[in-house]
T-cell receptor, first 113, second 113 residues
């Protein structure tokens, strides 16, 4: 069965620090990959997605993610975080021909001014 | 504007009562509906998948008799939590799909007292 692992459960950074959140999945077939953000008290928002093509994907708010097929990874990065990036971040995976999203456990990011 | 309408956004009910949550796709026809549950500080867990006009498929560990799903039309699906108990208190989120990962409902916060 598909599963998604986010090993960083809680990350604390100062503003302007660089961010990398890990995401690994277990599935041998072709997958679609997503990162969502959930700000406190709000619903999920899509940051970026990968379906095919360039493995380096750029999303909104300065985020990007790189798909490394050999490592089954889709890590999220941002070169310089802001206090407003404080939120919960979820990685999600679906098989390429379904819409069934499986979510990772989430990473809580706290950014201090 | 919103393309998914989930109602109610929050509900408080007494133990033993039933609660119905509606999810409507506003701008497209959703042949499939995914229902998720999110406990505080946890990830989204897929509960069930429903297809219009057919029975829902429940994930392992989810009681189909407790969480009744109806997907009678291409724009409306309902989740009914029957005989609710305090442990059912959670955030319930729908995701209608027409091959889009973007559109989640805003969620329903259920509190069972």
């Amino acid at each position: 069965a598909q599963s998604v692992s986010q090993h960083n459960h809680h990350v604390i950074l100062s503003e302007a620090a660089s961010l990398e959140l890990g995401c690994n999945y277990s599935y041998g077939g072709t997958v679609n990959l997503f990162w969502y953000v959930q700000y406190p008290g709000q619903h999920l928002q899509l940051l970026l997605k990968y379906f095919s093509g360039d493995p380096l994907v750029k999303g909104i708010k300065g985020f990007e993610a790189e798909f490394i097929k050999s490592k089954f990874s889709f890590n999220l990065r941002k070169p310089s975080v802001q206090w407003s990036d404080t939120a919960e971040y979820f990685c999600a995976v679906s098989h390429y021909n379904t819409d069934k999203l499986i979510f990772g456990t989430g990473t809580r990011l706290q950014v201090f001014p | 504007g919103a393309v998914v309408s989930q109602h109610p956004s929050w509900v408080i009910c007494k133990s033993g009562t039933s609660v119905k949550i509606e999810c409507r796709s506003l701008d497209f026809q959703a042949t499939t509906m995914f229902w998720y549950r999110q406990f505080p500080k946890q990830s989204l867990m897929l509960m069930a998948t429903s297809n219009e006009g057919s029975k829902a498929t429940y994930e392992q560990g989810v009681e189909k008799d407790k969480f009744l799903i109806n997907h009678a039309s291409l724009t409306l699906s309902t989740l009914t939590v029957t005989s609710a108990h305090p442990e059912d208190s959670s955030f319930y989120i729908c995701r209608p799909t027409a091959s889009s990962p973007l559109h989640f409902g805003n969620g329903t916060r259920l509190t069972v007292t």
